[in-house]
C-alpha cells in the first residue's frame, strides 16, 4: 500500500515561496507517476504538475508554468514542488498522488487517473 505524507505548507506573503515535499512509501519510480494537484474552496481539484520517468515527462499548468518547479529524490523517495512568485489565487490545499505509469514520457493530468492520495497541505498566500 503506497503512502503519501506532504509537509511544507503554511501563510507566505505574494511574491514568497515555499517548498512542498511528498514522501512515498513503496515509490517505483519505473512504474510510478508523481502528480501535485490543488483545491481551493468551493473548486474542483485541479493539477499543478507531475512527472514521470524522466525530464520530458514534465507537465506544469498555466497558472505554474515558470514559476513551480517540481522534483524528486528518489533515494529520499521523496518528491518537491518549489513554488516562487506566489499570488493570491495560489492557495489551496495541496495534495501529491501516485498513478501506475499508464504511458511512457507523459503523466496524467486528471485526478482519477491516480490511485493514492496524501492528506494534503495548506498553502494561504496573503499580505
Known amino acids: 500500500q503506497v503512502q503519501l505524507v506532504e509537509s511544507g505548507g503554511g501563510l507566505a506573503q505574494p511574491g514568497g515561496s515555499l517548498r512542498l515535499s511528498c514522501v512515498v512509501s513503496?515509490?517505483?519510480?519505473?512504474?510510478?507517476?508523481i502528480g501535485w494537484f490543488r483545491q481551493a474552496p468551493g473548486q474542483e481539484r485541479k493539477a499543478v504538475s507531475c512527472?514521470?520517468?524522466?525530464?520530458?515527462?514534465?507537465y506544469y499548468s498555466d497558472s505554474a508554468k515558470g514559476r513551480f518547479l517540481i522534483s524528486r529524490d528518489d533515494g529520499k523517495n521523496t518528491i518537491y514542488l518549489d513554488m516562487q512568485s506566489l499570488v493570491v489565487e495560489d492557495t489551496a490545499v495541496y495534495y501529491c498522488?501516485?498513478?501506475?505509469?499508464?504511458?511512457?514520457?507523459?503523466?496524467?493530468?486528471?485526478?482519477?487517473?491516480?490511485?493514492?492520495w496524501g492528506q494534503g497541505t495548506q498553502v494561504t498566500v496573503s499580505s
Open positions: 498522488a501516485v498513478a501506475f505509469r499508464a504511458r511512457p514520457s507523459y503523466c496524467p493530468r486528471e485526478t482519477y487517473s491516480y490511485t493514492y
Open positions: 513503496e515509490f517505483n519510480s519505473n512504474i510510478h507517476d
Open positions: 512527472t514521470g520517468k524522466s525530464e520530458e515527462s514534465i
